[in-house]
T-cell receptor
Framework: EAQVTQNPRYLITVTGKKLTVTCSQNMNHEYMSWYRQDPGLGLRQIYYSMNVEVTDKGDVPEGYKVSRKEKRNFPLILESPSPNQTSLYFC??????????FGDGTRLSIL | RKEVEQDPGPFNVPEGATVAFNCTYSNSASQSFFWYRQDCRKEPKLLMSVYSSGNEDGRFTAQLNRASQYISLLIRDSKLSDSATYLCVVLNAGNMLTFGGGTRLMVKP
């Protein structure tokens, strides 16, 4: 089954404790992206990747890192999480100029 | 001004009603357009692409007006299961997707 898989689905952690949210897709898509969704602000792009070893900042990259060492994986790293990064996070992938497929979402709470 | 703007709603309609949502975008170079549907606390899912000539998928009709830079979605014969948030999405150069804030639809019995 074609899918985008995020882990974990839910995480409660504390300020400053490094965490990684993994994202994997099995559709051989070149393009992958991370979004956060907050009430009243909609979906905002954090980082995206056009292909392996190519990553770029989205609209709200501060406090996040990504890597794209393999085509299928695009982890999101929070080196020193803060409470303002409490949010619902979505990973997505697509072929170029095609609509994106989204993962199920990861709900992060930073205390 | 936001790059993609939608009326947040909510639109409260009875079952069987016809409802229309509009969306405006500011980047005249935008390349592709989509409507996504998002249920509460779930991931956005592609509802339909929007083509210049207009396109229909069952009870759903999407229109694009490039001159006025707006996109519309028409839902006929609303069902309870249509209750969701509808996201207008614009694809720009570099495969950048920009989302509208979403329009919430609530279909009542």
């Amino acid at each position: 089954e074609a899918q985008v898989t995020q882990n974990p689905r839910y995480l409660i952690t504390v300020t400053g404790k490094k965490l990684t949210v993994t994202c994997s897709q099995n559709m051989n898509h070149e393009y992958m992206s991370w979004y956060r969704q907050d009430p009243g602000l909609g979906l905002r792009q954090i980082y995206y990747s056009m292909n392996v070893e190519v990553t770029d900042k989205g609209d709200v990259p501060e406090g996040y890192k990504v890597s794209r060492k393999e085509k299928r994986n695009f982890p999101l790293i929070l080196e020193s999480p803060s409470p303002n990064q409490t949010s619902l996070y979505f990973c997505a992938s697509s072929s170029p100029a095609q609509p994106q497929h989204f993962g199920d979402g990861t709900r992060l709470s930073i205390l | 001004r936001k790059e993609v703007e939608q009326d947040p709603g909510p639109f409260n309609v009875p079952e069987g009603a016809t409802v229309a949502f509009n969306c405006t975008y500011s980047n005249s170079a935008s390349q592709s357009f989509f409507w996504y549907r998002q249920d509460c606390r779930k991931e956005p899912k592609l509802l339909m692409s929007v083509y210049s000539s207009g396109n229909e998928d069952g009870r759903f009709t999407a229109q694009l007006n490039r001159a006025s830079q707006y996109i519309s979605l028409l839902i006929r014969d609303s069902k309870l299961s249509d209750s969701a948030t509808y996201l207008c999405v614009v694809l720009n150069a570099g495969n950048m997707l920009t989302f509208g804030g979403g329009t919430r639809l609530m279909v009542k019995p």
